[in-house]
Structure formats: structure tokens, C-alpha cells
């Protein structure tokens, strides 16, 4: 079974990297980009079969280790 976590910074909270791609389209000739958002995609095959368990050991992972739930939000995908 695979999961994908998508981790992304909580509204409100600064994200340079996202600020520096959307100056960088702009240079490039990228008009009308007025906000850019970073985050991150984590993938994860697991042997659990049973999907609701999975999706329950998962989020126990995003929050002990795999996100900053102060200042990040993830939501998880099991296929």
C-alpha cells in the first residue's frame, strides 16, 4: 500500500522560497503569478493492508516527525 503525505505551510505563515519562485517567473516573463505557496510531497509504501489503519499510522507520522504542525498543514492519501 502507498501513502502520500502533502505538506504545506499554514496560511499567514512567511514562505521566502515560495516568494523567491514567484519573483523568479516574474523575471523570466511570467506576469500575473501573485502568490507562490512551497511545500512538499512525501511518499511512503507500506505493508499494511488495511487502508484505515495505514491512513491512521500516517498521520501519527506527520505528527511526530514528517510535519511542523505548529506552523505546517498535510493531508494524507492512501492508494
Not at 45 to 70: F, G, Q, R
Request: charged content about 25%; overall charge negative.
Amino acid at each position: 500500500m502507498k501513502a502520500r503525505v502533502h505538506v504545506m505551510l499554514k496560511n499567514g505563515v512567511l514562505d521566502p522560497q515560495g516568494e523567491a519562485v514567484r519573483h523568479a517567473l516574474g523575471s523570466l516573463g511570467f506576469d500575473g503569478v501573485e502568490g507562490v505557496r512551497q511545500g512538499k510531497i512525501i511518499e511512503l509504501d507500506l505493508t499494511e493492508t488495511d487502508p484505515s489503519k495505514a491512513k491512521e499510522t500516517v498521520t501519527a507520522m506527520c505528527e511526530k516527525l514528517l510535519a511542523n504542525t505548529v506552523i505546517e498543514s498535510y493531508s494524507v492519501e492512501i492508494a
